[in-house]
Nanobody
Framework: QVQLVESGGGLVQAGRSLRLSCAAS????????MGWYRQAPGKQRELVAV???????NYADSVKGRFTISRDNAKNTVYLQMDSLKPEDTAVYYC???????????????WGQGTQVTVSS
């Protein structure tokens, strides 16, 4: 089994920063893409940022220039540095990982439990 555990959410004023972490553990051979998604009340879950195992990144237009995704492959951990936060960034943030569990298998997608980020104006 594989678990993704997120940390780092909380309440912050607009303009400030937060850093989210997500550590994958369990039966892991390798991890392909890792990413962050968010879901605000009454809205669909949306992609925030994704990073490949080689370090290529992609961001939602709404967070470009403010958020930075990174990963530590040795620790199976992905990070999301969120700067210049806005009230519209308020949401539950979920991490996501494409985990390969054996050398002969494809990947399966796993999700973290979510962490609340609230940005006050």
């Amino acid at each position: 089994q594989v678990q993704l555990v997120e940390s780092g959410g909380g309440l912050v004023q607009a303009g400030r920063s937060l850093r989210l972490s997500c550590a994958a553990s369990g039966s892991i051979y390798s991890i392909n893409d890792m990413g962050w998604y968010r879901q605000a009340p009454g809205k669909q879950r949306e992609l925030v940022a994704v990073i490949t195992s080689g370090g290529r990144t992609n961001y939602a237009d709404s967070v470009k220039g403010r958020f930075t995704i990174s990963r530590d492959n040795a620790k199976n951990t992905v990070y999301l540095q969120m700067d210049s936060l806005k009230p519209e960034d308020t949401a539950v943030y979920y991490c996501n990982a494409q985990v390969v569990r054996t050398s002969w298998s494809g990947y399966s997608t796993y999700w973290g439990q979510g962490t609340q980020v609230t940005v006050s104006s």
